[in-house]
């Protein structure tokens, strides 16, 4: 595992090493002028300041006085450049693993995003990855400048008192065991908060979205006893750490005082035949607080380095399932679409052996359109998915133009299928982005498409008209006015195959009427599939195909359907009778 956690952290850190190593020497350089300076001072009290002041001795002070005052504006100006690195370098890491991360989720599979709730993603691009950008803003630089100040302090005592030093070192070991401590039990509080974190988040995310249905069926009440009970468990979760955290400060400034307290009481009294100059005793005092300096910064860094460390792993256990990546480079290109589509007993699963379609078998010819009719859960838009390929089938085959389609380029194989929802998702931009999607469509053309679709009334009564920006998910239209959006989507971008699941549903009959005319002129030389439970909708289809719990129990027109007064009849029958 440790293993692991290190070549993720170095997979991130790669690209940044030649920053890294920049700011590392200058923090060196930083810490050699940082030790020189109370050497100075020693110099002042012991061998100026003791002997009395006249004008030579004056001026010798006030030479070392300028050098003083050039280390410190030296050093103040190196610490400004190597902040400044370390800030942009941390800059650059949330930067690219929010991309690296977004881009993973856009290059994942369907199979993927069912199974991973959006919250938790949410949490991944953004508080994991700043915490992530903390680590190499706060820490990682100043590690080895941590390293080499305490070497360099503890050189440095030892060469003016092997014996004072040794004393003052007396704390040394508890604070070792302290940070020991500190680290394996901040470790677990640090995970468990996470995942009560990510819990939490995902929560908000869900309830922010499902704002309206919360509304509906009045739960306001039970969703705020969750989310103070969430709530609640996070202050539990983190509640450890804020007392572990305030409590290793006040033991290390305890520690450090003690060894100033026995340095300056075994000098004033000559103990242990240790008797060293004025000024060796302010070296030693200001060494012991440069020393715990360092040591109290690693500390504040602990919950760092774990909340760092738990939020890399989580990301990369994330970006390391390569399994449920696209590959939207491999395959054959697509032109030239005829629109012939075939389905050779093909069976397909979600899971395994439960199988969702067994063994379906029909042929879609070029500008045929067809309808998919059953109840609930019989596979009609497993079926829309496949030829998507959203998922790939276990058994059979798929073809269109006589190839199968897992030879094409996924990218090239959805841009010739245009699919509408019956809840199309709108963007929170104007009509014409929703319409166009980054493509590049002419003002002219989406103009024809909002035709098409009969969406002019609509987008006319709009005060900006196309250049009208949508609220969050299109929540300043109704679910018709969104469908139309949809077609007037589709309609722009004029794929080659159409696949329109229940997308009819919540328009007007009127306004159905007038996309139907469309849709029979764009459709008459393209393949279209419809999904309907309205099956007054499909009674004009060349051919109706008729699922049951994943089989094909029958196929053929309206017409031939009603007349073999079989399944279909049924459901036609039924549907007619819930009318009134």
């Known amino acids: 595992m440790k293993n692991k956690t290190f070549r993720r952290c170095y997979d991130i850190a790669r690209s940044h090493i030649k920053t890294i190593i920049l700011v590392s020497i200058l923090s060196i350089f930083i810490d050699l ?43 103040n100006a190196l610490d400004f450049f190597a902040r400044t690195k370390t800030n942009i370098m941390g800059e650059e890491v949330l ?102 974190r990510t819990k939490l ?3 908000l995310a869900e309830s922010i979205y499902g704002a309206k249905l919360i509304k509906i069926f009045n739960i306001q009440k039970e969703k705020q006893n969750e ?26 400034t305890l520690f450090e005082n ?36 360092p040591i109290n910064r690693v500390i504040d860094n602990i919950e760092i380095v774990q909340e760092a460390i738990v939020s890399i792993n989580k990301i990369y256990d994330i970006l390391d399932k390569k ?19 075939e389905f050779k007993n093909v069976w397909f699963a979600y899971t395994k052996d439960n199988w969702i379609l067994k063994n379906i078998s029909f042929t879609i010819n070029p500008g045929e359109t067809i309808a998919l009719v059953g109840k609930t859960g019989s596979g009609k838009t497993t079926i829309t998915n496949l030829v998507n390929r959203f998922y790939d089938i276990q058994k059979g085959e798929i073809l269109l133009d006589g190839i199968n389609i897992k030879e094409y380029n996924k990218r090239d194989l959805r841009q010739h299928i245009g699919t509408v929802l019956q809840d199309p998702f709108i963007f929170s931009r104007t009509i014409k982005d929703n319409i166009k999607l980054n493509k590049k469509i002419s003002n002219k053309d989406i103009l024809k498409s909002i035709e098409l679709a009969s969406a002019n009334e609509f987008v006319n009564s709009l005060s900006n008209g196309i250049n009208e920006v949508s609220k969050e998910r299109g929540e300043s239209y109704s679910a018709g006015q ?13 794929p080659d195959i159409f696949i329109l699941d229940e997308a009819t549903a919540n328009i007007d009959t009127y306004t ?38 994943g089989e094909i129990v029958e196929e053929g027109s309206h017409n031939e359907l009603l007349k073999s007064n079989g399944y279909y009849a049924k459901l036609y029958n039924s549907y007619y009778e819930s009318l009134g």
């Open 512 to 549: 159905e009427n007038l996309i139907q005319k469309s849709i029979n002129i764009l459709s008459a030389q393209k393949t279209a599939i419809f999904i309907a439970h309205r099956l007054s909708t499909i009674v004009n289809v060349d051919k109706i195909i008729v699922l049951d719990n």
């Open 323 to 341: 399994e449920y990546l696209e590959d939207f480079e491999k395959g054959k290109s697509l032109s030239n679409v005829k629109g012939k589509l």
């Open 95 to 196: 930067y690219e693993m929010r991309n690296k991360i977004y881009k993973y989720t856009q290059n994942a599979n369907i199979s993927f995003h069912d199974k991973t709730p959006a919250g938790k993603l949410f949490v991944r691009i953004t508080n994991d990855v700043e915490d992530i950008s903390s680590l190499f803003k706060d820490v990682i630089t100043t590690f080895l400048k941590d390293i080499i100040s305490i070497l360099g302090i503890i050189i440095v005592m030892i060469y003016f008192s092997l014996k004072l030093s040794l004393l003052a070192f007396i704390v040394i070991p508890f604070v070792i065991i302290t940070s020991i401590l500190l680290t394996k039990t901040l470790n677990k509080i640090y995970d468990n908060t996470k995942s009560v």
């Open 201 to 203: 988040n995902t929560f």
């Open 33 to 75: 002028l940082e030790l020189s300076k109370p050497y100075l001072v020693k110099i002042i009290i012991d061998d100026f300041l003791s002997l009395g002041i006249d004008k030579k001795i004056f001026l010798s002070i006030n030479i070392i006085g300028i050098i003083y005052l050039i280390i410190v504006l030296i050093g």
């Open 482 to 494: 969104k469908q139309l959006l949809a077609f007037a989507r589709i309609f722009a971008h004029n």
């Open 258 to 293: 003690l060894a100033i307290t026995v340095i300056i009481v075994v000098s004033i009294n000559n103990w242990f035949g240790i008797s060293i100059e004025i000024g060796a005793v302010y070296i030693f005092v200001s060494y012991i607080k440069s020393l715990f300096e």
């Open 227 to 252: 989310c103070e009970k969430l709530t609640q468990d996070f202050f539990d979760a983190r509640l450890p750490s804020a007392i572990y955290e305030g409590l290793f400060p006040g033991l290390m």
